[in-house]
């Protein structure tokens, strides 16, 4: 009798483990997906890469060292998705998928073992690991694809899978960087438009913000109709500077992908006229289409992979009196067309006009407030004046010293919201 009573006492504390087990299990469920623990299985959405080379597993993806082109996650049944993005020197970095209430992230990591590649107008120092004990030599063994300078600045000129190699060589050592594939530059294409503030080109370019080389580029139809420029030059210097160059620079050192900046600004001009069918949006639309012709040549489409990003807006002086209510009727009229199938937008991001004109500053609050893909980019013009240095003498446009402040703040917001923590942004909104 005794033994019976202490086998029933076992299998009863089994049956409770068990019980206690599942149940850990179901909550471990729900903690994942977000899904009831009655559910009969949780719902993982299916996740595939835009790059067959590559695959998910264990929910990593590995890929080369150096800068190579991250495979881009694909998720239809997602709500959104957020890419994984590099800055320099970073060796991981997270995608992010969001079904409803439940996120997924996806772990990529970079492995020296699958090689070493870098991009199209990538430029990279090899500097060897020997101690040096003479001048050291630098070769290329393909100078058609990668070209480097006497203190071993390597430039990749074109894009090949054969790779390349680098050759240091002081008489005493010789070390080799293995560049195993050169490839396309993915470039995260922006467009800058608005009234003056946008459009000028009247500041000093020698106290323009210093961007990387290889790193930023324009299109003007006021510069060059037709023609993609470098903001930098080969040695490094300036070319322009306006926002572009801060700007350009904060959002490639944030996410590590090169941009384009499309400048459609026109000076002076109210928000009517960047109305579909006016003279204004037909110009904005003039130069985007000239744009889309320049990425679709050959020699772009082997060189480089546009990803459409976003607009910045800058204006709102010229509307001093204009009730907040129709400048905002009018404003998302044009977002919806630049959102749309001429243009391709994702998001707006406002740089809010000066509180002093407070009509236009009060629309600008409440859309961003309101919509989920309008953001305010950047309040510090409201603090700009001509005493700290940020303002011309004029009282109205900003010198080259508030650009470099406002494009990289405009910058740093943008981050914030391809990164995927845009709602918390957008929250901090709606609380003012």
């Given at each position: 009798?005794?033994?019976?009573?202490?086998?029933?006492?076992?299998?009863?504390?089994?049956?409770?483990?068990?019980?206690?087990?599942?149940?850990?299990?179901?909550?471990?469920?729900?903690?994942?997906?977000?899904?009831?623990?009655?559910?009969?299985?949780?719902?993982?959405?299916?996740?595939?890469?835009?790059?067959?080379?590559?695959?998910?597993?264990?929910?990593?993806?590995?890929?080369?060292?150096?800068?190579?082109?991250?495979?881009?996650?694909?998720?239809?049944?997602?709500?959104?998705?957020?890419?994984?993005?590099?800055?320099?020197?970073?060796?991981?970095?997270?995608?992010?998928?969001?079904?409803?209430?439940?996120?997924?992230?996806?772990?990529?990591?970079?492995?020296?073992?699958?090689?070493?590649?870098?991009?199209?107008?990538?430029?990279?120092?090899?500097?060897?690991?020997?101690?040096?004990?003479?001048?050291?030599?630098?070769?290329?063994?393909?100078?058609?694809?990668?070209?480097?300078?006497?203190?071993?600045?390597?430039?990749?000129?074109?894009?090949?899978?054969?790779?390349?190699?680098?050759?240091?060589?002081?008489?005493?050592?010789?070390?080799?960087?293995?560049?195993?594939?050169?490839?396309?530059?993915?470039?995260?294409?922006?467009?800058?438009?608005?009234?003056?503030?946008?459009?000028?080109?009247?500041?000093?370019?020698?106290?323009?913000?210093?961007?990387?080389?290889?790193?930023?580029?324009?299109?003007?139809?006021?510069?060059?109709?037709?023609?993609?420029?470098?903001?930098?030059?080969?040695?490094?210097?300036?070319?322009?500077?306006?926002?572009?160059?801060?700007?350009?620079?904060?959002?490639?050192?944030?996410?590590?992908?090169?941009?384009?900046i499309i400048n459609t600004g026109?000076?002076?001009?109210?928000?009517?006229?960047?109305?579909?069918?006016?003279?204004?949006?037909?110009?904005?639309?003039?130069?985007?289409?000239?744009?889309?012709?320049?990425?679709?040549?050959?020699?772009?489409?082997?060189?480089?992979?546009?990803?459409?990003?976003?607009?910045?807006?800058?204006?709102?002086?010229?509307?001093?009196?204009?009730?907040?209510?129709?400048?905002?009727?009018?404003?998302?009229?044009?977002?919806?067309?630049?959102c749309g199938t001429d243009f391709?937008?994702?998001?707006?991001?406002?740089?809010?006009?000066?509180?002093?004109?407070?009509?236009?500053?009060?629309?600008?609050?409440?859309?961003?407030?309101?919509?989920?893909?309008?953001?305010?980019?950047?309040?510090?013009?409201?603090?700009?004046?001509?005493?700290?240095?940020?303002?011309?003498?004029?009282?109205?446009?900003?010198?080259?010293?508030?650009?470099?402040?406002?494009?990289?703040?405009?910058?740093?917001?943008?981050?914030?919201?391809?990164?995927?923590?845009?709602?918390?942004?957008?929250?901090?909104?709606?609380?003012?």
């Amino acid at each position: 009798m005794n033994m019976k009573k202490k086998n029933l006492s076992k299998i009863t504390a089994i049956l409770i483990f068990i019980l206690i087990a599942i149940t850990a299990a179901f909550c471990a469920v729900y903690l994942f997906s977000g899904k009831k623990a009655d559910a009969e299985e949780p719902f993982v959405p299916e996740m595939t890469l835009d790059d067959q080379s590559y695959a998910i597993k264990d929910g990593c993806v590995l890929i080369p060292a150096g800068r190579p082109r991250v495979p881009q996650l694909v998720c239809d049944d997602a709500d959104a998705v957020y890419q994984a993005f590099f800055a320099d020197g970073e060796t991981e970095a997270f995608a992010k998928i969001v079904c409803g209430e439940d996120i997924y992230e996806i772990k990529f990591l970079k492995d020296p073992a699958l090689g070493f590649e870098l991009q199209y107008d990538d430029y990279y120092y090899f500097v060897p690991s020997f101690e040096v004990q003479g001048e050291v030599t630098y070769t290329s063994s393909d100078a058609s694809i990668a070209q480097v300078s006497d203190d071993g600045e390597v430039h990749i000129i074109n894009v090949s899978d054969k790779g390349v190699v680098i050759t240091a060589d002081d008489g005493h050592n010789i070390e080799e960087l293995v560049i195993t594939r050169t490839v396309k530059t993915p470039i995260s294409v922006y467009m800058l438009t608005g009234q003056s503030n946008a459009s000028y080109y009247y500041v000093s370019v020698e106290e323009a913000t210093v961007i990387k080389k290889g790193t930023g580029y324009i299109y003007n139809a006021a510069i060059s109709e037709y023609t993609i420029e470098c903001l930098t030059d080969d040695k490094g210097n300036m070319r322009y500077g306006n926002i572009e160059a801060s700007l350009a620079k904060r959002l490639y050192d944030e996410l590590g992908e090169k941009v384009l900046i499309i400048n459609t600004g026109i000076s002076s001009m109210k928000i009517a006229g960047f109305l579909p069918g006016s003279d204004g949006y037909d110009t904005v639309l003039s130069s985007w289409n000239v744009m889309n012709s320049i990425m679709r040549t050959d020699w772009f489409a082997e060189r480089f992979e546009p990803r459409v990003r976003s607009y910045i807006w800058i204006q709102g002086e010229s509307d001093e009196w204009l009730p907040p209510e129709e400048y905002m009727e009018s404003f998302l009229t044009i977002h919806s067309a630049l959102c749309g199938t001429d243009f391709g937008f994702e998001y707006a991001f406002i740089s809010n006009v000066a509180s002093r004109f407070f009509r236009p500053n009060d629309a600008q609050e409440r859309l961003a407030q309101a919509y989920e893909d309008i953001y305010m980019a950047s309040r510090l013009a409201g603090t700009f004046t001509t005493q700290d240095g940020t303002l011309r003498e004029d009282n109205l446009h900003y010198t080259q010293k508030g650009d470099n402040i406002l494009g990289d703040d405009i910058g740093e917001t943008i981050a914030v919201v391809y990164k995927g923590n845009g709602g918390t942004l957008l929250e901090g909104e709606k609380d003012r």
